[in-house]
């Protein structure tokens, strides 16, 4: 494959943008080489700015579960655009939007609309202290939640990737108050609630890991957890940004049989426009201004066209449940496929799978945790990444993060990948 456009612009980019990328895993750095920039994609398939066609298996990190310009979706946001982009003064669509996801997601009634999954967390954290009147939070090692200050404490994805999970400029005032727990240890989340009784106003979870690779939480952890916090009055919030919509109509707590008090969204909710949310239970959401005393704002929260975009994604779920379990049997045979190939060439490697989410980590124990996820060997990464990209197959450029597959897929795309890892494979000894 040529990519002798996508470096150029991307020489180019660097000069007038940090790292010539807007969010940096996109840089490459785990894997290096060259960022392909995309010139348009469709269902499955990305075109990029050399002419190749790639099939996508991150799918924008997950809003596009519905594949690449869904027809509704762009019906959608054409027709908003041409009555007004913006108004700073609220419109009928948002509580459209409002009203499904209060349906589809179960145990909140009502949800707030921000602008990407960092605010939907900053947000929750916030409304959690101010109802609790408490100030800590406990964090997993290894989860992600978006940018704020408080999260980026041994923090996953491209934080990791940098180099930088704990990162300078967020201050010691900051980084007293979150704790750092180990994922799927409970008695580690224990320990710790013990030493800071009366003090913890909330734990953050992703309730499937995807920011380490994917990580599923083990049944007795999860539901160990929820316990804990009832018992100890504690806010359990689930970080649903990645799971939200995917893993089930209602996310990881339909999916896992679990509740928690506040929920976090972002990437499906906005059908591939920038949107977050975060929703509860009426007792808790009614300490938000400007009914209570929690503040939190913004000029393009609701933006009319992120909402029409997100409720023609969301009514499509809604109305074909279908899609959910068509996608898990795809992902299953999809590991089923990597793990024959990988198997009949000795390659030691594990394979996690929740739902639509699956990473492939090159280590021989199981991965079930921040350091376990470390232990993978990134130069065999980097070999089947770039591998994987000659063959026209787009994986996500770093191993601590999770695939997501998409609708579009077809079985035919599967097969193609699982064949393109046979040519790959000798290569990963
Ligand atoms: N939470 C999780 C679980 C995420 O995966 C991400 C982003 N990948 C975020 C929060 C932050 O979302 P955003 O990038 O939209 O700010």
Not at 224 to 244: K, P
């Amino acid at each position: 494959m040529i990519y002798q456009r996508s470096s150029a612009l991307f020489r180019e980019a660097q000069t007038y943008i940090p790292g010539g990328v807007n969010s940096p895993v996109r840089a490459f750095k785990a894997v290096g080489g060259t960022p392909i920039f995309v010139k348009e994609a469709k269902g499955a398939y990305l075109y990029d700015e050399d002419g190749n066609q790639l099939v996508d298996y991150i799918a924008s990190w997950g809003p596009m579960i519905l594949g690449h310009a869904f027809e509704p979706v762009i019906e959608a946001i054409t027709d908003r655009a041409r009555k007004g982009t913006s108004f700073g003064m609220p419109t009928e669509i948002e509580t459209t939007l409002a009203k499904l996801a209060v349906e589809m997601v179960p145990n909140i009634d009502k949800i707030r609309f921000v602008n990407s999954g960092t605010e939907a967390c900053m947000s929750a954290v916030r409304l959690a202290r101010g109802y609790s009147g408490k100030e800590k939070i406990i964090k997993f090692a290894g989860c992600y939640h978006g940018h704020a200050d408080a999260f980026l404490i041994q923090a996953g994805s491209g934080a990791v990737t940098f180099g930088s999970p704990s990162s300078p400029g967020v201050t010691q005032g900051t980084a007293k108050d979150t704790l750092l727990a180990r994922y799927n240890d409970l008695e580690n989340v224990e320990a710790l609630v013990k030493a800071n009784a009366e003090e913890i106003a909330a734990v953050i979870i992703e309730p499937v890991a995807g920011n380490m690779g994917c990580i599923p939480p083990s049944p007795d952890f999860i539901k160990g957890l929820r316990e804990l916090c009832t018992q100890q009055n504690i806010l359990l919030i689930f970080d649903e940004v990645m799971t939200g919509f995917r893993l089930a109509p209602g996310g990881a707590q339909e999916y896992l049989g679990i509740n928690a008090d506040i929920l976090c969204f972002g990437k499906v909710i906005g059908g591939g426009l920038p949107v977050g949310a975060f929703a509860a239970r009426e007792e808790i959401m009614k300490f938000l201004a400007p009914e209570g005393p929690v503040y939190q704002a913004g000029t393009l929260s609701g933006n009319p066209l992120a909402m029409s975009a997100g409720l023609a994604m969301l009514s499509t779920l809604n109305e074909k449940g279908e899609i959910f379990g068509s996608l898990e049997k795809k992902t299953t045979y999809l590991h089923e496929g990597i793990a024959g190939v990988l198997e009949s060439h000795g390659i030691i490697h594990q394979i996690n799978r929740e739902g639509s989410m699956i990473s492939v980590h090159f280590t021989e124990d199981p991965v079930v945790d921040f350091d376990s996820a470390k232990a993978g060997d990134n130069e065999t990464f980097k070999r089947y990444f770039h591998g994987m990209l000659k063959q026209g197959i787009y994986l996500p450029p770093s191993a601590y993060e999770s695939y997501f597959l998409n609708d579009a897929l077809s079985y035919d795309d599967l097969d193609a990948t699982i064949k393109a890892l046979e040519r790959v494979a000798p290569d990963l000894k």
